[in-house]
C-alpha cells in the first residue's frame, strides 16, 4: 500500500528557508501522478503549494511562486519542498500528497507542522 | 484563478439526517471536481473525484452531482464518524484550487 511521509524541521526562522522531504514507499512505477504540495495554515483552509509530474514538470501557485522550488529525486522515491524567505504566514501544517492525472489528490501523508518564529 | 466557493461555512445536523454541500466555481470545472473530509490532526481523505465517482472504499452514502460550476455533496444519512470539514478542489486548471469549506457539526 501506497504511504506517503513527511519530513523536515518543525521550527525554522523568519527570512530562512524551509525544506521538507517527502518519501513515497510501496510506490508502483506509473509514471501518471503529479506529486503534490498543500498547507493548512491554523484556523484556516487548505492550500495548494505546487506539483511535479514524473516528467520534472512543475507548478506553482502564483502568489508563492517566486519563492517555491518542487523537486524529485526519483532514485530516492522522494520529491522535496523549499521555500524561501519565510515569514509567520508560513506557519501551518504542510502535506504532500499524490494526485493521478484527472483525479483527486487520493494519497496523503499525515501531515508535519512547521512554525515560522525566531 | 478559478475561485471556488462553498455552503454553507458551517452546517447543523442531527446524527441520521441528511447534508447536502455546495460548491461553487468561478467557472467551468467541467466534472474536475474532488471533495476531501477533514477531521482535526488527519490527513484529508478524499471522498469524490470527477464530481460523481466515490474513491476507493468510500460509503455509499456519500454522493456527489454537478458539473460545470454547480456541485453537491450529499451525506445521505450521517454518522458520527462524519462530523467534520469539507472541501471541494478543482482540477481542470492550474493553479490548483479549493474552496473555503464546510463544517459539518452535530446539532
Known amino acids: 500500500q501506497l504511504q506517503l511521509q513527511e519530513s523536515g524541521p518543525g521550527l525554522v526562522k523568519p527570512s530562512e528557508t524551509l525544506s521538507l522531504t517527502c518519501t513515497v514507499s510501496g510506490a508502483s512505477s506509473s509514471s501518471n501522478y503529479y506529486w503534490v504540495w498543500i498547507r493548512q495554515p491554523p484556523g484556516k483552509g487548505l492550500e495548494w503549494i505546487g506539483s511535479?509530474?514524473?516528467?520534472?514538470?512543475?507548478y506553482y501557485n502564483p502568489p508563492l511562486k517566486s519563492r517555491v522550488t518542487v523537486s524529485a529525486d526519483t532514485s530516492k522515491n522522494q520529491f522535496s519542498l523549499k521555500l524561501t524567505s519565510v515569514t509567520a504566514a508560513d506557519t501551518a501544517v504542510y502535506y504532500c500528497?499524490?494526485?493521478?492525472?484527472?483525479?483527486?489528490?487520493?494519497?496523503w501523508g499525515q501531515g508535519t507542522t512547521v512554525t515560522v518564529s525566531s | 484563478e478559478i475561485v471556488m466557493t462553498q455552503s454553507p461555512a458551517t452546517l447543523s445536523v442531527s446524527p441520521g439526517e441528511r447534508a447536502t454541500l455546495s460548491c461553487r466555481a468561478s467557472?467551468?470545472?467541467?466534472?474536475?471536481l474532488a471533495w476531501y473530509q477533514h477531521k482535526p490532526g488527519q490527513a484529508p481523505r478524499l471522498l469524490i473525484s470527477?464530481?460523481?465517482t466515490r474513491a476507493t472504499g468510500i460509503p455509499a452514502r456519500f454522493s456527489g452531482s454537478g458539473s460545470g460550476t454547480e456541485f453537491t455533496l450529499t451525506i445521505s444519512s450521517l454518522q458520527s464518524e462524519d462530523f467534520a470539514v469539507y472541501y471541494c478542489q478543482q482540477f481542470h486548471s492550474w493553479p490548483l484550487t479549493f474552496g473555503g469549506g464546510t463544517k459539518v457539526e452535530i446539532e
Open positions: 470527477g464530481a460523481s
Open positions: 500528497a499524490r494526485r493521478p492525472f484527472y483525479y483527486g489528490l487520493d494519497v
Open positions: 467557472q467551468s470545472v467541467s466534472s474536475y
Open positions: 511535479i509530474s514524473y516528467s520534472g514538470s512543475t
